[in-house]
């Protein structure tokens, strides 16, 4: 049942050489993005085509609600290879609207082993809770906690201390909050994007009163 994909990967691999003989010899020789992606493991949410980028050219880690916790060594191992190792210029943590995993902490779904996880996203909901229950539409609540939790993930990411060390020795890297809409293809940018602890500290009031004024 799988033959049709590896089918697929040759028609590609070999498109891929028709228009760029060397391409993956240059790829095998080494790996040099400029970007880490953080984003939700959801199916619709790949994160090459979405900024319409080739192998080689963007880090990626991808988990249920693309959350960033301290206490993930995986999530905390590709960041500081991809800021110690690959000297990666930005970080983008990289939600996206109706996400499942958002709306299934939001509506307190009982689903196993993964409430455990979900566990930190509804952190994010308690911590704006009075601002989200002014929402009347359902809807409308999912993607502003997706918005919401984008925020938190970049303020997790800044707080972490592979960032802190790079920016204490003046390594330029800077992280970004970004929501992908599914139904339109589009980026929203949430404009929290911080190279530093203090502008962290001084843009994550902002950054979230703006979610609220959509």
Not at 27 to 34: D, S
Not at 97 to 118: F, H, M, P, Q
Not at 191 to 200: K, L
Request: charged letters at 25%; hydrophobic letters at 40%.
């Amino acid at each position: 049942m799988l033959e049709k994909l590896l089918e697929k990967n040759r028609l590609w691999a070999k498109g891929v050489k028709e228009k760029q003989p060397d391409f993956f010899l240059n790829l095998a020789a080494q790996q040099a993005p400029e970007y880490l992606w953080i984003g939700c493991s959801d199916s619709r949410v790949p994160a090459n085509q979405i900024v319409d980028l080739m192998p080689g050219e963007i880090f990626v880690h991808r988990n249920i609600a693309n959350v960033m916790v301290h206490t993930d060594l995986n999530c905390l191992s590709v960041i500081q290879y991809a800021v110690d190792v690959l000297k990666v210029k930005h970080i983008i943590v990289c939600g996206h609207y109706g996400c499942g995993g958002v709306k299934a902490a939001l509506t307190r779904s009982r689903l196993g082993l993964i409430e455990n996880w979900l566990a930190h996203i509804k952190d994010v909901y308690d911590i704006h809770r009075t601002e989200l229950d002014r929402l009347n539409d359902e809807t409308q609540t999912v993607n502003r906690l997706c918005e919401l939790n984008v925020v938190e993930q970049v303020k997790n990411v800044a707080e972490t201390t592979i960032l802190q060390d790079a920016w204490e020795r003046g390594q330029k890297v800077r992280i970004h909050g970004w929501v992908y809409g599914i139904h339109d293809g589009i980026v929203n940018d949430l404009n929290i994007s911080v190279n530093s602890t203090q502008e962290m500290k001084d843009k994550y009031p902002t950054s979230v009163a703006k979610v609220f004024a959509r």
